[in-house]
């Protein structure tokens, strides 16, 4: 079948899709000539282990044909997006990291970390990774040029300064008291240092310094002392062969032909911002095609574009600059260095990378084990009927039948997909009914199969349940009501960690020990923690909701907005009186006497 398939290839640029025996797409590519990429894997062409791992597992292929390369380019990203495939780069640690942002569209501008950049016209400084603290960076900022330290609106009507304004951190906007075209100088200055001018703030934190020491307040000439030696730790960073304005990302990639992983150095204003190191799967061909894959999932919608990028080995850099001006609208120029201190830099990056995989080896094997190695060990354990890639877990939570939810957790190829998590309200079962509750979910999660949310909601290989033969059954009457087919179904009692099937009596017993059940105990209980946390969502925001109706002037609109904030009690506890008057509709006056009702009732 393959042998034919292969015959009747198109020349043409496109995306190919590899499947298992089972129907699951393992691996996506893209090719600039369909036949010969497609080709390459099946016939006699030197391949590496990986990539022969890839090819024995492949019982079938398909594929797409572009208009152009660059259309192929932006397929394959999005097809692997949709299946995550098992044999390409898929970073699973969703982990963003901080930006400093001011909105220079504000009359007085105020400097705030985020982890989102947004295309809202404000000016982003970052990312911040690898032992640079971006509070640090933001506190400074703020005591060297005298930049607000809050956000909160800033009213017609001027407020009372605060103690900023009178330890002299702060022109105190808020009050009326701070000059729009100083205050703007100090903004410029600011944005300048995190450009990578560092002489203007020594001088500053000097000077202030040395003013403190002379009013003998020493205290504060000492927290300007820190902030100097602070300033140094950022000098360290200076690569000093760099233009201070220079934006860079530097990617190397590393391989033992089985295990892969990539370094990434990140500098910002010719500093180093920090680093990260990733482990890697890939089926990739050469460590070139193996970088452009993993550039496509490290950089997101909405992403930083620096103005280079800087890699270890040759990819099609005017493809990757093409896809890159086409997805984001950037400007960035991809280079591989020969010399000079960019290859200093994919130097460093590499040993990095390196270092990484020789000592996370071990490591990488042990995750092996517990997720994907654990999932086809399962499979024979239990009699699936295939492989369960996509596993789900359900668990019901309430308090003496009040607040009743239902949780969905999901792992991939053994692994956490948080993205996926799903919350339930339970609408229909009146009372403490755990068994009516799971089937009311389980039908509600059933319903999106075969109609336009199965996009959203793919069908499952394995449903697992939190409870024992008593839950399993009522489950079973569910699939059965429904006629649902095709998904293997299992239940995980907590009191001896026994797994029910629907094929015995008798349930199975795995050692402690085993990765298989360690597995099944991490779904399971990822899948209680989600439960018990939503329920308490909903009975602090119920308790707020009650609390809030009891202050005079509180309407709905402000009800929800306070909830919308602080979330739940512990939350409108923390806050103070400037802070609960940056909630829509709330002024001084109503912000005081909701301070005041909650700290005499806290007391």
Not at 31 to 59: H, P
Not at 300 to 318: G, M, R, W
Request: aromatic share 8%; net charge positive; charged share 30%.
């Amino acid at each position: 079948m393959l042998e034919e398939k292969l015959k009747l290839l198109p020349e043409n640029p496109g995306v190919y899709v590899m499947y298992d025996k089972d129907g699951a797409v393992i691996y996506v590519g893209k090719a600039k000539n369909l036949k010969n990429r497609v080709r390459q894997y099946f016939f006699n062409s030197v391949k590496t282990d990986k990539v022969m791992a890839m090819v024995e597992n492949v019982a079938d292929f398909s594929y797409i044909i572009t208009k152009s390369e660059i259309d192929a380019f932006s397929l394959e990203n999005n097809l692997i997006k949709k299946h995550k495939p098992k044999y390409n780069i898929l970073l699973k640690d969703d982990k963003t990291y901080p930006y400093l942002k001011v909105n220079l569209k504000e009359d007085f501008p105020a400097f705030s970390v985020t982890r989102r950049i947004k295309k809202d016209g404000a000016k982003y400084f970052g990312p911040f990774m690898g032992g640079v603290s971006v509070k640090d960076v933001l506190e400074l900022v703020q005591t060297t040029f005298s930049i607000r330290p809050c956000t909160m609106a800033l009213k017609a009507k001027p407020q009372k300064p605060c103690l900023n304004y009178h330890i002299k951190r702060c022109l105190a906007p808020c009050a009326g008291l701070a000059d729009k075209e100083e205050y703007r100088a100090n903004v410029e200055k600011a944005i300048d240092f995190l450009n990578g001018n560092d002489k203007e703030p020594e001088r500053i934190l000097k000077e202030k310094m040395q003013q403190a020491a002379e009013r003998q307040e020493f205290e504060l000439a000492m927290n300007y002392r820190d902030k100097l030696r602070g300033l140094e730790k950022i000098w360290l960073k200076r690569i000093t062969s760099l233009n201070s304005f220079l934006s860079a990302d530097i990617f190397a990639y590393e391989t033992d032909n089985i295990h892969s992983a990539v370094s990434v150095l990140v500098v910002r204003g010719g500093r180093m911002s920090g680093g990260r190191n990733f482990a890697v799967t890939d089926a990739a061909f050469s460590a070139g095609e193996a970088l452009t894959e993993f550039l496509t999932r490290y950089y997101k919608q909405d992403a930083e574009i620096p103005a280079e990028i800087v890699l270890s080995a040759e990819i099609d850099a005017a493809l990757a600059e093409k896809y890159f001006e086409e997805k984001f609208g950037a400007n960035v120029s991809v280079l591989v260095p020969r010399q000079g201190v960019r290859k200093q830099l994919v130097d460093m990056a590499q040993i990095n990378a390196r270092e990484y995989l020789s000592r996370n080896i071990e490591k990488i094997r042990h995750k092996e084990d517990m997720t994907a190695q654990a999932c086809r060990r399962l499979q024979g354990i239990l009699g699936l009927s295939h492989y369960p890639r996509r596993m789900e877990c359900y668990d019901i939570s309430h308090i003496s039948g009040v607040d009743k939810v239902g949780s969905m957790t999901v792992f991939i190829d053994g692994e956490a997909d948080k993205s996926q998590y799903r919350r339930f309200k339970i609408r229909t079962v009146e009372g403490n009914n755990d068994f009516e509750s799971l089937k009311e979910v389980l039908r509600r999660r059933l319903a999106k199969l075969g109609t336009e949310e199965e996009e959203r909601f793919p069908k499952p290989d394995l449903i697992i349940i939190d409870g024992g033969k008593g839950q399993l059954s009522s489950v079973k009457e569910v699939f059965d009501d429904m006629g649902i087919e095709g998904i293997d179904l299992i239940s995980l009692a907590k009191r001896e960690e026994e797994i029910f099937t629907l094929f015995s009596r008798e349930p199975v017993a795995l050692e402690k020990s085993d990765y298989c059940l360690r597995m099944l105990q991490r779904i399971r209980d990822e899948a209680h923690r989600f439960a018990i946390t939503f329920n308490r969502d909903l009975r602090n925001k119920r308790s707020l909701s009650s609390l809030l109706d009891e202050i005079p002037g509180i309407g709905k609109e402000k009800r929800r907005a306070l909830m919308e904030k602080f979330k739940d009690i512990n939350g409108i506890l923390a806050a103070d009186v400037q802070q609960l008057c940056t909630v829509e509709g709330i002024g001084r006056k109503r912000a005081e006497e909701i301070w005041q009702f909650f700290h005499k009732n806290a007391t």
